[in-house]
């Protein structure tokens, strides 16, 4: 299937590694301009170099904060500078700390919603005039199950994936018409680097291999194993081009059949 992603410039956020880092050099393999930003000007400069070689197509790399509002205008302006246009904003960024719900005090709450809710909000509104102006603007929002399915000890993750599918929602009703097409992916358990360090540190405190801590994750997952950055960068791709013009206000689980609800 051609993605008919050439000559599309597409802002890829929080991809030195994960699952954004796969997201960049799929767009870029199926022939995007693509834009990544991370914090640390080493990691995000080896991601673009290492994107840049195994596609061939040329990667901006921003240094950006996205916690914060000037990091995520920084950003998306950046991109533009550059490239002169943008059609493909993937709004992503690192997860929330693992808490008890009745530990969680004002100041966590904030950083949460900053860097997993406010970041998404920001960096759309100011990608907004620029997709508006493609003819196939594409918004998607990487978040988590917990969006539909709040998971424990992950309260701050919980509400404010809930918070970017509300948001999502809202701007596919009112902005249908525009041509842009505003969707989230939630992603179940991945294999990415961070994925790789907890299985090690349940290991450790559980006393267990870190290969039985998967094998219990995994046993409650229909397809009895975890998804791979390659099939979630895949949907990602799929969702932004000319094919899923007609997919608008979804949020799609990429999770291996984990989420138990019908909806
Ligand atoms: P990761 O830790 O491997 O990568 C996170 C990326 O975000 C890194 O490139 C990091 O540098 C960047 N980042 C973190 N804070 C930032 C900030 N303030 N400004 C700019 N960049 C920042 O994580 P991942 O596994 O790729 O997950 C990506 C997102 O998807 C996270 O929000 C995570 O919680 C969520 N998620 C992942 C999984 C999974 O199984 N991998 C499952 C559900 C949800």
Redo the contacts with the bound molecule.
């Keep these: 299937m051609n993605l008919k992603l050439e000559g599309r410039v597409a802002a890829v956020?929080?991809?030195?590694?994960?699952?954004?880092?796969?997201t960049a050099l799929e767009l870029a393999k199926e022939g995007a301009g693509v834009a990544i930003?991370?914090?640390?000007q080493e990691?995000?400069a080896e991601?673009a170099q290492a994107i840049e070689h195994a596609s061939q197509q040329h990667v901006l790399a921003v240094v950006?904060?996205?916690?914060?509002h000037q990091?995520c205008l920084d950003f998306v302006q950046k991109t533009v500078q550059h490239f002169g246009q943008i059609d493909i904003l993937v709004a992503?960024?690192?997860?929330?700390p693992s808490l008890p719900a009745e530990q969680v005090v004002d100041e966590q709450w904030r950083a949460a919603i900053d860097?997993?809710l406010l970041?998404t909000i920001r960096m759309v509104y100011a990608a907004l005039p620029h997709l508006k102006q493609s003819d196939q603007g594409r918004v998607i929002a990487?978040?988590?199950?917990?969006a539909k399915h709040p998971l424990d000890n992950l309260i701050l993750?919980n509400v404010t994936?809930a918070g970017v599918l509300g948001f999502v929602k809202s701007m596919a009703n009112e902005l249908g018409s525009s041509g842009i097409t505003f969707n989230a992916i939630?992603?179940?358990?991945?294999?990415?680097?961070?994925?790789e360090e907890l299985l090690q540190s349940l290991s450790a405190a559980r006393g267990i291999s870190a290969i039985e801590v998967e094998q219990g994750i995994t046993a409650g997952i229909p397809a009895h194993r975890?998804?791979t950055?390659g099939e979630?960068a895949a949907t990602v791709a799929f969702l932004a081009s000319q094919r899923a013009g007609f997919i608008n206000g979804v949020a799609l689980q990429v999770d291996g059949g984990h989420s138990a609800g019908l909806l």
């Design positions: 956020a929080a991809a030195s590694k994960g699952l954004g880092r796969a930003c991370g914090r640390d990691r995000i991601a950006a904060d996205l916690s914060t990091g992503n960024a690192g997860g929330p860097l997993n970041s990487i978040t988590s199950v917990s993750s994936r939630l992603p179940g358990w991945t294999r990415t680097g961070r994925v975890m998804g950055v979630f």
